[in-house]
């Protein structure tokens, strides 16, 4: 077999990312130059079929879109495309500090099933100081998030549906920054604490029926001091979660956990009880992934390889039956 020389495979991979943002490979394009379709990101969804059970690509190009965004139920099967997370931006500033509700703050609110976004970055700019201010809130099922970011301080990312993916995604914050009783499997994602603080929680799951399916997974993400305060990195104290509902379920699981991950990994929220929750860890690695000093409550566990399944792509959102239609990456079961 003859081997490509390094120039030539750099020509097909370019070639490959080139085609894939191809406009005429598109059924709409927005651009804030009025070069595309449309010049804002609600009307390239309005102009979509309502109800298709077939893929609507929007490719959004470079820029920041300001603004709330809404993709309502009746708008099925939409993709947003950017060409890369870093240079395009959806971004508001809504917050419970300027007198919106938890809910009503999200720049992104997403009600149509089987929504997909892509090298995109969805932004919460209302700051720490205005409290609850969510960058997307997800109310769907079937949804895929492929490289995109999320940001804010309090309350990023709002997880409220059924068979949630995100791969390769970053989610910044501070305060229970994601939350929600969604059913949701995060991997190979970078979650990020910002600002120093010797209080940051990473989860709030609020599963509040034992019968609902309802939790996250964390499979092989980074958990870690976002890079704008790495020379204050000894100031942070990062807990993996802690109960918004008295049914919270959250796995951490072949994951690179950093040393300001608290040795206890896990905080009580007051009033809620302990007696019901799933709280798990397995095979995770790095300074702050140490079981020997986890919280003492019998609803914590170090799960083993046969239990750790139960959390994987295959069983707990059932992927291999709707991602493949994605095209986006992914695995079925455990790293090994």
Known sequence: MAFLPFAACLFFFFANVLALIDPARFN????????????????????????SNTRFYIRVTPGTYRGHLEIPPNKKFIALIGDNALTTIIVDNRSHGT???TTDSATLVVRGHNFMAQHLSFENSAGPQNGQAVAVLDYAKYTVYYDCRFLSFQDTLYSRGQCQFFRECEVYGTVDFI?????????????????????????????????????FSFQNCTVTVSPEIASSKD?????????????STVVFMESFLDDNVRPEGWVLWEGVPINNLFYAEFNNRGPGAD????????????????????????FFINGSDWLPETHVPFRTGLDA
């Open 291 to 314: 079981t020997t000093h986890r919280v003492n409550w019998s609803t914590f566990h170090v799960l083993d390889k046969q239990l750790a399944k139960n959390f994987t792509v295959k």
């Open 235 to 247: 100031k942070v104290k990062i807990y993996l979660g802690r109960p918004w509902r008295q049914y």
């Open 28 to 51: 709409a394009v927005v651009s804030l130059d009025g070069s595309g379709d449309f010049k804002s990101i609600s009307e390239a969804i309005a102009a979509a079929p309502d109800n």
């Open 99 to 101: 007198g919106f509700s």
């Open 179 to 215: 939350f929600g009783d969604g059913l949701a499997v995060f991997q190979d994602c970078n979650i990020y604490a910002r600002l120093p603080s010797d209080e940051i929680t990473v989860t709030a799951q609020s599963k509040d029926r034992s019968w609902w399916k309802s939790g």
